[in-house]
T-cell receptor
């Protein structure tokens, strides 16, 4: 079983709408949780990094939350744009290694 | 500052051949990690190099190997290619080794094995 589970697997929303992506993890202990955005054909780009003591972190229209008790994180995208169409990957660090989720593919339609 | 660069960007090889991929990290970064990304498996960690030494290794067969040079540039080699090795190979660099350092990814090398 993957130690980092993301849902939904894929999502289609209309431009201007908000959406929330979920990440549940069983990795323990962990030191930080990251969200990456990966455009098609490109490498992932970091959106946020949160330590276990942080509850929320924002990067423009992207807001990540973390509940270390329930081992859940979410990434909220506000006022979506066409350029938000990408894969969003949740990554949990364990020791010196990173454990990756399979990603959520987001498609924003006009 | 220039980002992480990977060469070549695309590669087509035949089963049984070997391939070498190259990664140039961001200037000043000493850690380089390699990942394999496939649609079914997502990102899988291959190995990490720091100061020319392999620091961590993922669960991949010995056909996958790598090295790092004194200027921090890194190469990975895959010998006796199999169809299942078709994937996007990503390299990421960071200032230092360790879980808390931000990793910056390159654009990847798309390898197709026929």
């Amino acid at each position: 079983k993957n130690q980092v589970e993301q849902s939904p697997q894929s999502l289609i929303i209309l431009e201007g709408k908000n959406c929330t992506l979920q990440c549940n993890y069983t990795v323990s202990p962990f030191s930080n949780l990251r969200w990456y955005k990966q455009d098609t054909g490109r490498g992932p780009v970091s959106l946020t990094i949160m330590t276990f003591s942080e509850n929320t972190k924002s990067n423009g229209r992207y807001t990540a939350t973390l509940d270390a008790d329930t081992k859940q994180s979410s990434l909220h995208i506000t006022a979506s744009q066409l350029s938000d169409s990408a894969s969003y990957i949740c990554v949990v660090s364990r020791g010196n290694k990173l454990v990756f989720g399979a990603g959520t593919i987001l498609r924003v339609k006009s | 500052k220039a980002g992480v660069t990977q060469t070549p960007r695309y590669l087509i090889k035949t089963r049984g051949q070997q391939v070498t991929l190259s990664c140039s990290p961001i200037s000043g970064h000493r850690s380089v990690s390699w990942y394999q990304q496939t649609p079914g498996q997502g990102l899988q960690f291959l190995f990490e190099y720091f100061s020319e030494t392999q620091r961590n290794k993922g669960n991949f067969p010995g056909r996958f190997s790598g090295r790092q040079f004194s200027n921090s540039r890194s190469e990975m080699n895959v010998s006796t290619l199999e169809l299942g090795d078709s994937a996007l190979y990503l390299c990421a660099s960071s200032l230092d080794t360790g879980k808390d350092y931000e990793q910056y990814f390159g654009p990847g090398t798309r390898l197709t094995v026929t």
